[in-house]
């Protein structure tokens, strides 16, 4: 077992803290929040025993050997790098970091301590989507022709609705797309094993001013407050984006975010069109991957063990038509990087996503704002 701190205990912190218990590798022995107070109820109320305020208290304890960053993205870059520093394993929220340079530099950072680290693309853990994966690298799916697809959701129509991410000082420049593009432009490139190589962006804020609560709430809180706790605010990152794409095996495709699609809590879609078939996948359905072909009738594979592929198999707890979900990506996720720490060989190659997926996200994400603001193409300097 692996001795884990989780700092941030908002919404994702809470997710990574049961995640981590359901691997059966590691303990989350301490949680570190900046407000002392609401971070001992949440501590109480998730069984942890030690608790903090400031980050340094892990760093300094000889006992714990990986921590989670889960904080807003301001903050990743200089706790990820703190931690490395320490010589702790480390597993960060996407974004990683701000800026492709910070980027960078946390990778070498990594590189040099020869400590294990990784990144919350957890969509790519859904059991199907490395079914997908294999049907692909087997030629099932022939020359691939176009990806497309979406990621929408509708927590942010109301002009009251708010978060820390709507802040362009807190979450970067790029909201929407740094958010929750990058999960899907990196599931993507996980899927097809194909490279973005130039993007053309069309980017809009639907409400460029909302209120803001004159107090704290969280994200996905739902919480209601009255029109006296809020101040109006000016909005300087975007609801909304359609990006085009080109592949380096030649293909073209296009993705759309939208934080403001009502009637879509948390939708991904992709669809890859090849010269024997198609491949299309929806979150909100995620035991089901359909197959389209040209000549025979279309297939719905459902998530079975005794029907998938080796790689999807490695990741499904439940025998079939025992659904599994959002939560078991994570767990998923995590028990790759703890048995990886565990084995104790970093020189073998990482099935997870790590700090260098997080660069190539941060690049994709600067060449889109260049390209919106720019209004032409941009080609990914990877």
Known sequence: MLNVAVVGVGFIGEEHVEAIRRTNLGRVVALVGRDLEKTQRKALLLGVDKVYDDIEYVLEDPQIQVIHICTPNLLHYSMVKKALEAGKHVVCEKPLTMTSEEARDLISIAEQKNLVNAIHFNIRYYPLIRHAKEMIEKGEIGKLYSITG???????????????RLESAQSGETRAVGDIGTHWMDLVEYVTGLKITDVNADMGTFLPKRKKPKKGIETWSGKILKNDDY???????????????????????????NQMACGHKNRVTFEINGSLGSVLWNSEDPNQ???????????????????????????????????????????QLFKEVYQYILDGDYSKERSFPVFSDGFREALLCEAIMKSQKERQWKEIQW
Do not use: C
């Not at 975007?238 to 030649?250: N, Q, R």
């Open 150 to 164: 979406s990621y929408l959701q509708d927590w942010l129509v109301k002009d009251t609705d708010y978060s820390w």
């Open 289 to 331: 991957l359909m197959i389209g072909r040209r000549d025979t009738g279309n297939e719905i594979i459902i998530r079975d063990p005794s029907l998938v592929y080796p790689g999807a198999q490695s990741i499904i707890t439940l025998p079939g038509g025992h659904n599994e979900g959002f939560a078991d990506t994570s767990k």
């Open 231 to 257: 101040e109006v605010v000016d909005i300087d990152t975007e609801d909304y984006a359609s990006v085009l794409l080109h592949f380096d095996g030649g293909q073209k495709g296009i993705f759309t975010v």
